[in-house]
Nanobody, 111 residues
């Protein structure tokens, strides 16, 4: 299993960013995917879930209505669209599938 996140960066509060996770080494379309994040000094936090088909998604209250997870099974890629970003969204964002983690992509929300 190989997961590679990309698309992180610096964004102002209220801004938007889309991060991606390219997957390989397994049958991507057969597995649910998840995003987590770890903010400085905090424990890792669940951010988003998407089923294998993409029909079902779920989010914690902290990001519900602002973040949207999606997937392209033809490209073996899962996305996280983040809107109305807040300072507290600053974290390293990780992709998770089949008990494996990517290396993470840094998102910094700052004015």
């Amino acid at each position: 299993v190989h997961l590679v996140e990309s698309g992180g960066g610096l964004v102002q509060p209220g801004g938007s960013l889309r991060i991606s996770c390219a997957a390989s080494g397994f049958t991507f379309s057969s597995y649910a995917m998840r995003w987590y994040r770890r903010a400085p000094g905090k424990e890792r936090e669940f951010v988003a879930f998407i089923s294998a088909s993409g029909d079902d998604t779920s989010y914690p209250d902290s990001v519900k209505g602002r973040f949207a997870i999606s997937r392209d099974n033809a490209k073996n890629t899962v996305y996280l669209q983040m809107n109305s970003l807040k300072l507290e969204d600053t974290a390293v964002y990780y992709c998770f599938a089949k008990n494996s983690w990517g290396q993470g992509t840094q998102v910094i929300v700052s004015s």
